[in-house]
């Protein structure tokens, strides 16, 4: 859905600052992410997780695409390798890697425990069934909470990989860093909602 794009990107402004992260850890990560992944193109590798196992790569290739799916704008965030970028900034970070593991495991139990599989060998429905129950923690039952904390931050963590990448900068079409011959000054339909205006 469209504003479901436009929430994780604004979610993506604050990126995990419980975690302590900051913008330039991001954007260091983001660097570091595409200059292996160039060396690896230039060699014809594939990128090989150096963090996630086996079974974790696979479930968070299909758990980032739900969360950003590919639009009409642009790609996916498997498309825009945030698989890889998580992948890099967890090296550094026991912390994280803790975090997403635990959740990781969360959530396959409680694929287990509703239809006897692993997340990653549900079929469309059913993540849905249980990522429903944990994706709006307002409405997420008590015995939800452990999935719901993951969620939210897989989901923080999904934003700011997506948002710190090429695609993602051109999916915000960002226009600054461009000369103006002349400053027009802040559009009228941003001061009204503001409420503000120039004097």
Request: charged share 30%; with cysteine; proline share 5%.
């Amino acid at each position: 859905m469209t504003d479901r794009r436009d929430f994780i990107k604004f979610m993506a402004a604050a990126p995990m600052a419980h975690l302590a992260v900051t913008a330039l850890d991001l954007e260091e990560a983001a660097a570091h992410t595409r200059a292996t992944l160039e060396k690896l193109a230039e060699r014809g590798q594939e990128y090989q997780p150096k963090v996630f196992t086996a079974d974790e790569w696979r479930t968070v290739r299909v758990l980032v695409d739900i969360v950003l799916p590919k639009d009409a704008r642009s790609g996916s965030a498997t498309d825009a390798k945030v698989p890889e970028f998580m992948d890099v900034f967890m090296e550094t970070r026991e912390n994280m890697r803790n975090q997403m593991r635990t959740g990781l495991t969360w959530l396959d139990e409680e694929s287990r425990k509703r239809f006897t599989k692993a997340f990653v060998d549900c079929d469309d429905a059913q993540r849905k069934a249980v990522l429903d129950d944990i994706a709006w923690p307002r409405r997420a039952r008590q015995e939800m909470q452990a999935g719901v904390r993951f969620f939210n931050f897989f989901r923080n963590f999904t934003a700011s990989g997506f948002w710190s990448s090429k695609m993602g900068v051109d999916d915000l079409q960002y226009m600054g860093n461009r000369p103006m011959a002349q400053w027009p000054g802040c559009p009228q339909p941003a001061l009204d909602k503001l409420g503000v205006g120039y004097s």
